[in-house]
């Protein structure tokens, strides 16, 4: 694998999943990632069913070393600093004013190691009328606006994984990448900041662009309609979607996959203008017709006809498509207690070669021998 990120060391400070969610990102592209945890508890995402290892903490923790330190006790604030000024970047997502409280404010890392990047990742910012306030995906999912584009307001449930913590961590580690160019020409670190919600309001632009040009105001089906998005379900029970979008040859292809030539005689479905303002006669159409068949003759035949489709696959489908076992998406480990650790790769690949290496989750405080233990003695050394 060619980890392109060799040689910088980060520390981690982050708890739950937006900072280690910027941490695994960086690991997986070869940083070394140092995770400090505090003693005995660990990131609290470690908690399951009683254990320290919790499919939660399994997800944004690959490629990583533990420790654990309280730098609140003197020893272990000494052992904390050794650390930072050895480090290339300081990852934390403590509510503002929390880090320095903990003696980890960015004034104070970077006088102990100017090259340090720092990284601070917060819900609503660190300054501002709401800047303190507790902030959590769904949180931040409905303050950008994004939320209001998945909730059907006839069934209005929180739906879908945990976007705004992911994207966050991703921008955040998007920012340190360009905080480590930068110091590559100038030898000095930044300070690098991203809220959930500056992450939200930028991975949802596209609606805000519709709001800034248009005035329009998108919902949960203003994007699908005019992407001409379906999900359809099969005979079997089994379901699939449809992404038809402008070019008419898609539009051709389905009418011969569905056996109806006749389809743009209907002037409600035409034009593309006429199959947007008839979406909901569109799919009462392809609702009949798609649950004639099985799931895996309509895929058979769409393909045959080049129409932009797949099947909806659950989390264990997925893994079975041949394509992505070409792509070799799922990757293990050995697990530290023994057994396989199974995960999902990288999807970057460099010059054609596939991230397949990938350390699982550490244990809590798995590298103290290894870490904290020569910095203890070389410090009981010069004491």
């Known amino acids: 694998m060619h980890k392109v990120l060799s040689g910088i060391k980060v520390l981690e400070q982050g708890t739950f999943i937006t900072g280690p969610a910027a941490g695994m990102f960086l690991a997986d592209l070869g940083a ?11 990131d609290p995402f470690r908690s399951f069913r009683g254990g320290l290892y919790s499919p939660h903490f399994q997800t944004y923790n690959r490629n990583k070393r533990s420790i654990t330190l309280n730098p609140k006790l003197p020893e272990d604030a000494a052992v904390f600093d050794e650390l930072v000024k050895e480090s290339d970047v ?7 004013g929390a880090a320095e ?42 303050a950008s606006a994004f939320l209001k584009l998945l909730v059907n307001p006839a069934n209005p449930r929180v739906v879908g994984p945990a976007v705004a913590d992911a994207m966050t961590g991703f921008y955040a580690a998007y920012g340190v990448m360009g ?6 020409r100038t030898g000095q670190g930044r300070k690098v900041e991203v809220s959930m919600l500056e992450a939200m309001c ?55 996959a569905i056996e109806r030539p006749d389809l743009f005689q209907d002037v409600r479905f035409a034009t593309r203008e006429g199959r947007i303002a008839h979406q909901n006669d569109m799919i009462a159409l392809l609702d009949g017709l798609f649950r004639a068949r099985t799931r895996a003759d309509w895929c058979a035949r769409l393909e045959s006809e080049d129409v932009p489709h797949a099947p909806m696959y659950d989390t264990r489908e997925a893994m079975e498509d041949p394509q992505a076992r070409h792509l070799q998406l799922e990757v293990s480990a050995p697990h530290p207690e023994g057994g396989e650790w ?29 870490i904290v233990g020569p910095i203890r003695r070389r410090l009981k050394a010069t004491a």
């Open 32 to 42: 070394e990632v140092v995770k400090l945890e505090q003693p005995g508890s660990g």
């Open 90 to 96: 300081y990852i934390q997502n403590f509510r503002p």
């Open 101 to 142: 409280r903990l003696g980890a404010g960015e004034g104070r890392l970077r006088a102990l190691n100017p090259r340090l990047v720092y990284c601070a990742i917060s819900g609503f910012g660190q300054t501002g009328p709401a800047a303190n306030r507790p902030a959590y995906d769904t949180v931040a999912q409905a």
């Open 179 to 184: 905080a480590l160019v930068e110091r590559g």
């Open 202 to 256: 930028h991975f949802n632009l596209d609606a805000f662009t519709h709001y800034f040009s248009e005035n329009e105001i998108m919902g949960p089906f203003s994007r699908p309609s005019v992407s001409q998005s379906y999900v359809l379900e099969c005979a079997d029970g089994l379901w699939i979607a449809l992404h038809m979008s402008s070019p008419e040859k898609f539009w051709q292809g389905l009418a011969n």
């Open 342 to 370: 199974r995960t999902i790769r990288s999807p970057v690949s460099f010059d054609g070669e596939r991230p397949l290496e990938v350390t699982a989750p550490p244990l809590l405080g798995a590298d103290n021998d290894a």
